[in-house]
């Protein structure tokens, strides 16, 4: 497992990245990768949707393009303070800290799911993969964005040292794990030489007759501590 798959040593890395990470991503992961994603997620107006490690913002704005009702976590403070100088802390969207292998949502609270460029800091990716499952509702799309694994074996040594990079037969493995039976894989590159980035979009397996179409299933936040309230029974 690499250096940067642990929770405690990714927040202290983006406590200081954070500084800069507006002016690095553009080199690896640009507006035109992201839009191009947010087509295949193909969202509606109205649509609720949660952006899992959200950091400063770069996804949840693209994702404003296409609806209102944006949720950003993320487990960083100081990635999340970055995205609040852009968005207002409580205005356009509503942010959380918390981690992405245990959301803190009850059941099919969102009608789909965005998280570009976290899973690879995540030291249990099949278990935030099932929890994207059960916070989205059925039929809904979850789309996550990773580093590709390189082709060349000293990059490929160096990449497994620092943190999860992975091709498309280790992505079938996660997505099939957590429980996904319909997924595809796309390859994204911001320019010829730079990294790429494999983008996956899933659907949620279940029966959206299964869904309770009578709960609105709001996040409701407590308002000092900005934690959402889950409903323990549901959750
Ligand atoms: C490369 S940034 C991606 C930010 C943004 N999604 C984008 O597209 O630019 C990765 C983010 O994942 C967050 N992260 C890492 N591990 C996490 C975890 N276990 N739960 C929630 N967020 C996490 C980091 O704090 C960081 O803000």
Not at 7 to 15: S, T, V, W
Request: aromatic share 10%; hydrophobic share 35%.
């Amino acid at each position: 497992m690499g250096i940067l798959e642990n929770k405690a040593r990714a927040r202290l890395f983006y406590k200081y990245l954070s500084k800069i990470y507006d002016r690095i991503n553009p080199f690896i992961w640009n507006e035109e990768m992201r839009d191009e994603a947010l087509e295949w997620l193909a969202l509606e107006q109205d649509d609720r949707v949660l952006d899992v490690g959200c950091g400063t913002g770069f996804g949840t704005e693209g994702l404003l393009q296409h609806t209102d009702d944006v949720h950003g976590l993320d487990q960083s403070i100081h990635q999340m303070q970055k995205a609040w100088k852009k968005f207002g802390k409580h205005d356009r969207v509503r942010f959380y800290r918390g981690d992405a292998e245990r959301l803190p949502f009850a059941d099919n609270t969102f009608d789909h799911l965005w998280s570009s460029g976290s899973i690879e800091y995540w030291p249990n990716p099949v278990d935030a993969l099932e929890e994207f499952r059960r916070v989205t509702k059925p039929g809904g799309r979850v789309l996550v964005v990773g580093p590709d694994y390189p082709n060349s074996v000293v990059m490929q040594k160096l990449a497994d040292a620092i943190m999860l990079f992975y091709d498309e037969e280790e992505g079938d493995r996660m997505f099939s794990e957590a429980g996904y039976t319909e997924f595809d894989h796309y390859i994204q590159q911001a320019s010829p030489g730079s990294p790429k980035a494999i983008t996956t979009i899933a659907t949620v397996p279940g029966d959206t007759a299964d869904v309770d179409t009578t709960a609105e299933n709001e996040v409701i936040v407590d308002d000092a501590t900005d934690e959402p309230v889950v409903d323990e029974s549901t959750a």
